[in-house]
């Protein structure tokens, strides 16, 4: 909804098989429960897998309804995911984007949850819906203007008896994070992270929703829809994968529509159909819950029956999937936008259950697994390309599976594609090693077992098996047949889908002159009514809930402190869940102090050993379930190994060789070096890298920043290889300490460690940091850069006080109030009730190093032709913030019940540890925020609000087309200065 995310499916259709294993058949189980004083309890059926690392048990409720349960403890939380199996290729033909619009709608609530009077509503939205059904079928512009005249007129009515936001609002009053959705071409996927002790009030409230859909706030969120939809004709690669999708997929729902819709089937939405829509699949027996955290599996059935059992079972249209004739020759399209320039090439495979789905995953993993594939180490490793990859999209009825690349200076986009065919040819031939097929198990499983410590991704396995229609037991067994996989499995699967049978997509640099937008309506601003709250809204959060206590972490109780015999400190935190381990060498040195570090960091992955290649050295380490890096950032360097704790001392050993003694390679240096180059032009052509980090680093410091201090072209052409080799191996000569999070013993770790990690005698000083001077905000500026976009995205940046610790509590719940959640005051102004911008928000951001300033930043994305009501909107509640009780209320609730159910584990101990020191802080500094926020009244916020944010000088930063902003709009906020690329990104 919200926060779309149309490509992570994909992802999570791709790691699927990454979620857990086992290959032994299901059982069925009963679970028992003791008898009521009054009557028998009712008795709930249930599978297991024996085996499940999760522990799973998949219900099925009377009315068909699936329900996935599994228990894990790591805090007191559960991740939750309401799947429904329909997504956009289940939309109308003459009304695509329809799942997506009704995923928004959901959110609008029921005729119970979201209005403060249904009786006198209702009639208001059926006018609104019989108007929308003219308004579809009129072509007549004149007429058109007349009848959205009306709509608006009678949504501005409809609007006073609605509580806008009123989900969002119950959700975080339960202190619910991450309240979010998506949909994709299968599902439509609506996920929670609750607290464990508000599950039945989560069941009331997601059983009501589920029950019957209110399109209420209607017009105001299509213009949501409509910006989002914007966004995506700004986003070079949405376009180029839509052109891929389209030439792979010419009959079915895959490639003939999108999940976000054609502009005249947004701009002439049915609200009817909607309706329709949500009739026929939102039913029980076409929805799966999955829900994983601290539950108790018996409770949790019992409450899930007792609110969505009472749900009715109906039939679902059977969906017939196209079928595509073979590609038989290359197919070419092309696509042109601002960014640099790409190759995209697909291929088309069956569906997500098919064996040779399967092997699919594991040819993907052979081209590229981050270390060891062909693509790594032929690619990326040897410099060929700027940078290679492949993902799989793994779908009911069909597959694609994805190569992408960036050229180099002078490489064309031919020889790119000419490259990535000759990796597929090398798999086509079985020529890759005999153990990199055992070492890509073996790393999945790795990857398997790092995942079970998430909940999203345990959750997200149960939702991946209800799409696909897997029995849970055949989704786990999918892990055991995917490591029989043999490498003639691999060249059969290879040969038979790898032809001259692909699409490919050439990504030009360039003005789009075919690009559409989607045209502004004029919309009356509707109350969002805040201080309103629906029957069912009190009626829930009056629901009685067992407390739960916070638990702050101790860092003397937590961390242990051990010394090597070098005088090294150790930071340790025992794994006691599973076999892995990391282990970092944190440096409080970086780029500021030496731009060569981080071109030295960046050298170490093109280098060996006396002993070994430098591809030599990453195969090495993915044999051992291991993998290292250096990072510069700057002022602290970071050189981290982790992998499986088994491996660990010859893993280190391995990495200690590379620092102590890496052979030089003058002409990866070359190649490095030019690469570089190329990158730096390509940024230049990213709009996020521009207002994101280039223009927010000149409005910070100045002309010469962090960003703009690097090495010249000529400086970086004059490197030799000893200048980087001798920086690698000066790191461990420089003062640092060791964290280690793992399950060995800490007499273990100290011994491997002395024996391994060799040290100078004598341990050098860091340098001292040479932070760089933020510029004073002493005067109303506006920064602009011209980029070709249909939107325009605007920054407030307004510089604060160096960091106090004693502001924490205050900055807290003034962010979570004003502008930190879907339920915040700007959210629902400039979103809600204007429908100005997609995005909107604002956050008074801590800094994140003792002496460092304070920054409110406040960002808009929106239309270019809003633009003036938009900075009008975000200027007016900076400076005026809207009192509403019950939003302070909820912020105060949303906070402690966060706070009372998060819990600090694992390696997160140490790295809380580690931004702790840089604040000065010795303890956990949100119990400080626990404690003071909760007697907070809104004069204490406004008196924030008015000393630290009101009348502040900003410097606003807007990038966007020339020929679409308005400058004398910008004016009115600061004398007007255009950046030019060279000024901001110093090249």
Known sequence: MKKPLLLVLPALATLGFTQCQSSKPATTATATEAPATTAKQKEYKYETVEGDPLKARIYTLDNGLTVYLSDYDDAPRIQTYLAVRAGSKNDPHNATGLAHYLEHMVFKGTSKLGTQNWQAEKPELDKIEA????????????????????IDSVSSVAAKLAVANEYDKVMGAIGSKGSNAYTSVEQTVYQEDIPSNQIEKWAAIQSERLKE??????????????????????????????????????????????????IEHLQNPSITEIKKYFGQYYVPNNVALALSGDLDYDQTIRLIDQYFGQLERKPVPAFEPAKEAPITTPLVKEVVGPSAENVMLGFRFPGITTNDALVLRMIDKILTNGQAGLIDLDLNQQQKVLQASSFTDLNDDYSSHIMYATPRQGQTLDQVKALLLGELIKVKKGDFPEWLIPAIINNEELQRTKSYEDNEARAGAFVAAFVARQDWKDYLKQFDDFAKIKKEDVVRVANQYYQNNYVVVYKRTGQDKTTEKVIKPSITPVPVNRDAASDFYKQVTAMQS???????????KDIQEVKLNSGVLVFYTRNAENNLFNLYYVLDMGTNADPRLGLATDYLQYLGTDKYTAAQLQQEFYKL???????????????????????????LQLFESLLRAPKADAEALKNMVAGTLKARQDAKLNKNVILQQAMVNYAKYGPKNPFTTQLSEKELKALKPQDLISRIQQLTGYQH???????????KVVAVLNADHKTPATLKPVPADKDFAEQPMNQRQVYWVDYNMVQAEILFLTKGDAYDKALVPTVSLYNEYFGGSMGSIVFQELRESKALAYSASSRYASADKLGRSNYIT???????????????????????????????????????????????????????????????????????VYEKTYNMSFDDLKKFQEAKVKGQNQTILVIGSKDRLNFKELAKYGKVQQLTLKEIFGY
Not at 231 to 251: C, H, I, P, V
Not at 885 to 914: D, F, H, P, W
């Open 131 to 150: 108007l929308y059904e003219q308004y579809r079928a009129t072509r007549d512009a004149g007429q058109r203007k007349k009848l959205y005249h009306q």
């Open 858 to 928: 406040s960002y808009i994305g929106t239309q270019s032709d809003k633009l003036p009501e938009a900075m009008a909107g975000m200027e007016v509640l900076l400076n005026d913030m809207p009192a509403a009780e019950a939003n302070l209320v909820i912020a105060k609730n949303a906070i402690r019940n966060s706070i009372a159910t998060e819990r600090i584990t694992k390696s997160n101990i140490l790295m809380s540890y580690e931004r702790a020191k840089r604040l000065g802080l010795d303890y956990d500094v949100r119990r400080d």
């Open 625 to 651: 379930g291991c993998s290292f890096s250096v990072s510069s950032g700057q002022d602290r360097t970071f050189v981290s190994l982790s992998g499986l704790d088994s491996n660990m001392e010859p893993a």
């Open 546 to 556: 067992p407390a739960l206590e916070p638990v702050f972490v101790d860092y003397k």
């Open 737 to 747: 300490r060791v964290l280690y999070y793992g399950p060995q013993p800490t007499d």
């Open 213 to 262: 859909m209110v399109p209420r706030l209607f017009h105001t969120e299509l213009e949501a829809v409509y910006e989002e939809k914007n966004r995506t004709l700004d986003n070079d690669f949405s376009k180029e994968y839509q052109a891929l999708n389209a030439g792979l997929y010419q009959k079915h729902e895959y490639g003939t529509q999108t999940t976000i819709g054609t």
